[in-house]
């Protein structure tokens, strides 16, 4: 049995893109750009930004805005994407690819090109949540009522009268 998650509970989806063929380092100088920022804002960073590095960071960014919309639907909830913001960016070191250059006098010299795994998470701002929980839940209060009133109308047409409660004797 599946359980649901709260109404309160703020939205947060990641995203994730692995031996991205750039150092760490030269990574880590855009993302950090954009950590904390609203997405919409961050996105504006990115594409605005002169290094190589922010077209792979935007691309992870916006799979992750997609997938907060994707759960936000399974969930049955609605989700202002304008609320999102970067709550988690980081860049991990992935592997590292060993390769040889020939050297003088039949010698080899090593090095090595390094790759990295980029992490993007967004999340809703928990005051978003809560407006978004009272928006649903007074809602569902508005069509509380109405269901009992459309009962009552059909079974003043049918002719029924409405059931009484019975006094225990």
Request: include cysteine.
């Amino acid at each position: 049995m599946a359980t649901q998650p709260s109404a309160t509970a703020a939205i947060e989806a990641h995203a994730m893109a692995k031996h991205v063929r750039m150092s760490p380092q030269k990574v880590r100088l855009v993302v950090d750009l954009i950590r904390g920022q609203k997405a919409e804002y961050a996105l504006q960073i990115l594409r605005y930004t002169r290094k190589r590095a922010a077209r792979d960071i935007e691309k992870v960014l916006l799979s992750a805005i997609a997938n907060a919309e994707r759960k936000a639907e399974d969930a049955g909830e609605s989700l202002d994407v304008d609320r999102l913001f970067v709550s988690r960016c980081f860049v991990n070191e992935g592997s590292r690819w060993k390769r040889l250059r020939p050297a003088p006098m039949g010698r080899a010299f090593r090095y090595q090109k390094r790759t990295s795994h980029i992490v993007v998470a967004v999340a809703e701002h928990h005051l978003a949540a809560q407006e978004r929980a009272a928006a649903a839940a007074a809602e569902a209060e508005a069509h509380k009522g109405v269901k009992g009133v459309v009962k009552k109308a059909r079974r003043a047409l049918a002719g029924k009268k409405p059931a009484t409660k019975k006094s225990k004797k």
